[in-house]
């Protein structure tokens, strides 16, 4: 059992850049995204990459993955674009975290490789990033990690 799981908070922009970072290149299958209107809640799971763990930066040889679940507490509403939809086929894979502050609250927009959108609307920054089970050797290698790049 892997004791250095990943379990963090976010109530701020600094934060979400931390979240933004630990998911890039992180795919996100359509079919483990919800937003529960009812219980203001907004969550997704990942497929992160444990750069945090690479001793050897020449070679994503030993690069591991983890499920790793995104939640957003005190979302008013979710809108997807250019995804294919919410609960769909297939994933997309993460490239940004951005929010903005908007009357009575924020905007939060999770941003994917090849232009498609995610956008929430809460009272606040109230996010947790946690990895779920144990870690398994990489299926693939990072689009845009510059760890890797040759």
Not at 90 to 96: I, P
């Amino acid at each position: 059992m892997n004791e250095e799981r990943l379990r963090l908070k976010a109530s701020d922009d600094e934060d979400l850049e931390v979240f933004s970072g630990l998911l890039q290149d992180a795919p996100m299958p359509l079919s483990e995204v919800t937003h529960l209107a009812d219980d203001s809640c907004f969550a997704a799971l990942f497929r992160r990459y444990l750069y945090e763990q690479v001793h050897d930066h020449s070679s994503a040889d030993q690069l591991q993955e983890i499920d790793c679940a995104l939640v957003f507490e005190g979302v008013r509403s979710a809108e997807a674009w250019d995804i294919g939809g919410l609960g769909g086929r297939g994933s997309v894979e993460l490239m940004t975290i951005v929010s903005e502050a908007i009357p009575g609250g924020v905007s939060i927009t999770l941003v994917f490789h090849g232009g498609g959108h995610i956008g929430l609307e809460a009272e606040a920054i109230s996010g947790r990033l946690v990895d779920i089970g144990e870690p398994t050797r990489a299926s693939r290698r990072p689009r845009h990690s510059p760890l890797f790049d040759f």
